[in-house]
């Protein structure tokens, strides 16, 4: 740099304009030139470069050395542009070194012009992010042979691995056992039926000391609870005494209620999922239920209410005194086909009938000379001492005589009395769970659930107990007293019963609630496991589900002990529910060898092992 300092090379310009220029050489040119033109021009337009006294020569060898330097340099990079607005007073560009401005001249801005080092450049573009290939050139990778190789390979190895998945499924499939066709299932064969053979004595809800059918309507909620299908009412007509003449079936006894009632309760029930099965027997009031031999009177009687009642909407109808017609082989066809006719779309109707005969000998001709599509027998109750006519031996010749038909069960009636006052008081645990685990429907008579007791000492017709629902002054069952006195028992309400998780009520919903959901108990196959006159075990299994085992003491005063044998049965199986209060539910016992305490009801369960 010569003393004068204006013509020295600059390599590192600065100004307060923040200009800040690498070594490009277009750019340092351009810095150059103008670099050159300020050296030689008055920016302050009082003082010429050329007039600041620097000779010509030294101009001329310091534009020529600038410009020299400028193109030798090949690798030059924009780094920072900083603008400063200061605004210094403006003095000649050849007195930036040595030169003070004078005081209170204009200033000059300033111009800082900084060229980064060759090493800094390196190192910046060595921290820059890779950014990948670009379209050609990665399509002239991928053309490679190594790349080609690889994509075959894994081409090749999808392909493979794809055909041996396949092959792998369909061996599992051809190989897998077969899943069994489930049955036809209707309505009344998935849970409970609930029978109220007596309105009277059900729910009074007008206070006049009688049930009627808006007493029904209004329990419907308690009744849902229990998850029972179906209610059997009645009968409601109206009857006289053996008299056909005053026996009208399609009008109902205005003690009872109107028809709105009904068409309204059938309604209501249908919203909960419940159907309505009207009890049709003509001569109700009287044991002879067909007013003798069923003539032809009578015959038409009964099936033009059937037509009528279906077609208000019941799902069903039921009567008495079958055995009284057996022999009537057109007329039970015809009802058959009058209920099937009925049974269109998603709704089917059902024809339920009952007999009173406890020999089991005659109800097996019945099942047989009938035909009818569920039969109620009452017999379970007779528990004979003898080993032919054993529990056990009764409920396998009754599977044999129904075979693949669907049946159904029940331990007593309106004409018999109710389940607690035909069997022993310590033995209702295990009567109920009998009906609930017999392959069947189950059929229960209002009050069976807490174990109502009938009244003593009057005719069965005129002993049916008032409901007790709770221990208010008329239990819960009217606001006025009833015609009949009846001693409550708080201990027999369905109130009190529905908190305590060991009573009849609560043990009565849990097995609906099994029966409902459970393919085994639904529509599984029945195998006995033990036939004893005073113990019985039995299995229920459906392909591939749970198993149920039942094992029932009907003895209320001596321990049983049970060997349960064949059909693959398991070491051990979990409880799922005991009348016992010393087992608890989901603890394991052998199945081998199964003690049960006096009046022990024991449902166990075990998995399917193949």
Same mark, same amino acid.
């Given at each position: ?11 590192? *310009? ?85 030169? !003070? ?76 056992? @077969? ?34 059918? @808006? ?47 009904? !068409? ?47 077609? #208000? ?9 079958? #055995? ?69 031996? @009764? ?16 331990? $007593? $009636?309106? @004409? ?6 035909? *069997? ?92 409902? #959901? ?53 070491? #051990?199986?979990?409880? *799922? ?34």
């Amino acid at each position: 740099m010569r003393s004068g300092g204006v013509c020295s090379n600059p390599p590192n *310009v600065t100004s307060s304009w923040g200009i800040r220029i690498s070594r490009l050489p277009v750019i340092r040119l351009l810095v150059t030139t103008a670099y050159t033109k300020l050296a030689n021009t008055t920016i302050s337009g009082d003082r010429l470069l050329t007039g600041s006294g620097v000779p010509e020569p030294t101009r001329r060898s310091c534009a020529r050395r600038g410009t020299k330097d400028m193109t030798q340099d090949t690798a030059l990079d924009m780094k920072d542009v900083e603008l400063n607005e200061m605004d210094p007073e403006k003095v000649p560009m050849a007195a930036v070194v040595g030169d !003070s401005p004078a005081g209170g001249g204009e200033k000059n801005g300033v111009v800082k012009v900084k060229l980064e080092d060759e090493d800094d450049e390196l190192g910046a573009g060595s921290s820059r992010k890779f950014t990948g290939l670009s379209k050609d050139e990665l399509l002239k990778v991928a053309g490679t042979p190594g790349w080609v190789k690889v994509r075959w390979a894994l081409l090749i190895l999808f392909w493979l691995g794809w055909a041996g998945m396949l092959a792998g499924a369909v061996v599992i499939i051809v190989q897998a056992p @077969r899943c069994r066709p489930l049955p036809v299932m209707e309505w009344w064969d998935k849970g409970p039926l609930y029978q109220i053979g007596s309105p009277e004595t059900f729910q009074d809800s007008d206070g006049d000391g009688i049930g009627d059918i @808006r007493g029904i309507h209004d329990r419907l909620e308690s009744l849902s609870s229990l998850k029972v299908k179906g209610l059997v009412i009645g009968p409601l007509h109206v009857t006289a005494e053996n008299n056909l003449a005053e026996t009208e079936l399609t009008k109902i006894d205005p003690s009872y209620g109107t028809e709105e009632h009904f !068409s309204q309760l059938i309604s209501a029930a249908h919203k909960k999922s419940i159907q309505i099965i009207l009890d049709l027997t003509p001569n109700y009031r009287n044991a002879d239920a067909w007013f003798g031999q069923a003539d032809i009177d009578v015959q038409d009687k009964f099936k033009e209410a059937m037509n009528y009642w279906l077609e #208000k909407g019941v799902g069903g109808i039921y009567f008495n005194g079958i #055995k009284d017609i057996k022999h009537q082989a057109v007329f039970l066809e015809e009802l058959r086909n009058i209920t099937s006719n009925y049974s269109t779309g998603e709704k089917a109707r059902v024809l339920l009938a009952s007999t009173d005969d406890l020999d089991y000998h005659h109800v097996l001709t019945l099942v047989n000379e009938t035909q009818v599509g569920l039969l109620s027998p009452q017999y379970l109750v007779n528990n004979s001492d003898s080993e032919e006519s054993s529990l056990g031996n @009764r409920i396998k010749q009754y599977l044999k005589e129904v075979g693949d038909r669907r049946n159904s069960w029940a331990i $007593g $009636g309106p @004409r018999i009395g109710h389940m607690a006052s035909l *069997v022993h008081e310590n033995l209702l645990h295990v009567y109920q769970v009998l009906l609930f685990t017999l392959r069947g429907t189950p059929i229960t008579q209002y009050g069976d659930e807490i174990g109502l007791k009938d009244l003593p000492g009057q005719p069965a017709s005129s002993q049916r107990p008032y409901m007790q629902w709770d221990d208010s002054t008329y239990y819960g069952f009217s606001s006025k007293a009833p015609p009949r006195s009846s001693d409550i028992n708080a201990n027999l309400t369905f109130k009190a019963q529905e908190d305590n998780a060991s009573s009849l009520l609560s043990k009565y919903k849990r097995l609906s609630e099994l029966r409902g #959901k459970e393919r085994a108990l639904l529509h599984g196959d029945f195998h006995m496991l033990h036939n004893k006159v005073r113990a019985v075990a039995f299995l229920r299994s459906w392909d591939q589900n749970e198993r149920f085992v039942s094992a029932l003491n009907f003895d209320p005063d001596r321990e049983a002990a049970m060997t349960l044998e064949g059909h693959d049965l398991p070491e #051990k199986g979990s409880v *799922v529910m005991s009348s016992d209060p010393q087992r608890k539910e989901g603890s394991s016992i052998s199945l081998k060898e199964v003690k049960l305490a006096p009046g022990e009801a024991l449902l166990l369960k075990y998995p399917y092992n193949g």
